[in-house]
């Protein structure tokens, strides 16, 4: 599987619009790019997922580079809610792979 | 629709001892994954399972084993349990195969699973 990188933690405050980035320089071509979050306490849950196009949903929007090698996944007013684990994960749509999960970003959201 | 449910929520064992988790995934789903999450290794594919086969294995010794029944729902079994088996073990449930545009999990809360 191709490797994401995430930063550690990242900080915001509440209502305020947050960019959580992520490279995958040796993405593939077939190579979709998923994100899911896990909130304290539960199962990871999908946020979003894109291929080569932006992409928005009632969550959050995904933006994704030209060369593909790097993407950012954006909430638009981050709430207290928002506050979890975030990953960034490559899946190959040819083959029949699990998800491979990083250490992904834990964001704190301030009041 | 119900979310994918899981049981016990909580289960303490011994060392030694042998262990077995259900998942029940979303109704119509017939593919069902476990996980394993633990905070020095993160969250770690176990094996997959669609229509009772198991499709994909992760790098997991011959203690993890599980198996998928005709309605989908899936057991995992830990035997001989050691102390770092204490973990959180996740259980996906999605429409398909792994792989696919598009295809997203829908994870359960999971058992959290103490080792003594």
């Known amino acids: 599987d191709a490797k994401t990188t995430q930063p550690n933690s990242m900080e915001s405050n509440e209502e305020e619009p947050v960019h959580l980035p992520c490279n995958h320089s040796?993405?593939?071509?077939?190579?979709?790019i998923h994100w899911y979050r896990q909130l304290p306490s539960q199962g990871p849950e999908y946020v979003i997922h894109g291929l080569t196009s932006n992409v928005n949903n009632r969550m959050a929007s995904l933006a994704i580079a030209e060369d593909r090698k790097s993407s950012t996944l954006i909430l638009h007013r981050a709430t207290l809610r928002d506050a979890a684990v975030y990953y960034c994960?490559?899946?190959?749509?040819?083959?029949?792979?699990?998800?491979?999960f990083g250490p992904g970003t834990r964001l704190s959201v301030l009041p | 629709k119900a979310g994918v449910t899981q049981t016990p929520r909580y289960l303490i064992k011994t060392r030694g001892q042998q262990v077995t988790l259900s998942c029940s995934p979303i109704?119509?789903?017939?593919?069902v994954s476990w996980y394993q999450q633990t905070p020095g290794q993160g969250l770690q594919f176990l094996f997959e399972?669609?229509?009772?086969?198991?499709?994909n294995k992760g790098n997991f010794p011959g203690r993890f084993s599980g198996r998928q029944f005709s309605n989908s729902r899936s057991e995992m079994n830990v035997s001989t349990l050691e102390l770092g088996d204490s973990a959180l073990y996740l259980c996906?449930?999605?429409?398909?195969?792994?792989?696919?545009?598009?295809?997203?999990?829908?994870f359960g809360p999971g058992t959290r699973l103490l080792v003594l």
């Open positions: 399972y669609f229509s009772e086969t198991q499709r």
């Open positions: 996906a449930s999605h429409n398909r195969p792994s792989g696919g545009a598009g295809e997203t999990q829908y």
């Open positions: 109704s119509g789903h017939r593919s």
């Open positions: 040796t993405i593939s071509g077939t190579d979709y």
């Open positions: 994960i490559l899946r190959d749509v040819n083959y029949g792979q699990n998800f491979v």
